[in-house]
């Protein structure tokens, strides 16, 4: 069984930095593309960044130049960088995996809190 777990969610003052883990585990899997989405509340959810294990990545236009996608593929995790914080990125932060092998399939980790306050 695959399993996501987030971390490194928390309070920030607007301006501070906050870097979002999500790491794969389990067994019988290889991870094509690993993506991270935020939700709001009464907000609809947003895809802010992906990364594929071949190296290309992607941004929401709210989020370019202040957050970093990137991988340890040797440790199945993938990481977000937050720069720059605002108040609008305040969100539950959910990581999101389309996986092959055996136990392919999409999965969804259990999200983590970001809080951008004074």
């Known amino acids: 069984q695959v399993q996501l777990v987030e971390s490194g969610g928390g309070l920030v003052q607007p301006g501070g930095s906050l870097r979002l883990s999500c790491a794969a585990s389990?067994?019988?899997?290889?991870?094509?593309?690993i993506r991270w989405y935020r939700q709001a509340p009464g907000k609809q959810r947003e895809l802010v960044a992906t990364i594929t294990f071949g190296g290309s990545m992607l941004y929401a236009d709210s989020v370019k130049g202040r957050f970093t996608i990137s991988r340890d593929i040797a440790k199945n995790t993938v990481y977000l960088q937050m720069n720059s914080l605002k108040p609008e990125d305040t969100a539950v932060y959910y990581c999101?995996?389309?996986?092959?092998?055996?136990?392919?399939?999409?999965?969804w980790g259990q999200g983590t809190q970001v809080t951008v306050s004074s």
């Open positions: 389990g067994s019988s899997f290889s991870i094509l593309v």
């Open positions: 999101n995996a389309d996986l092959s092998g055996r136990a392919g399939g999409n999965y």
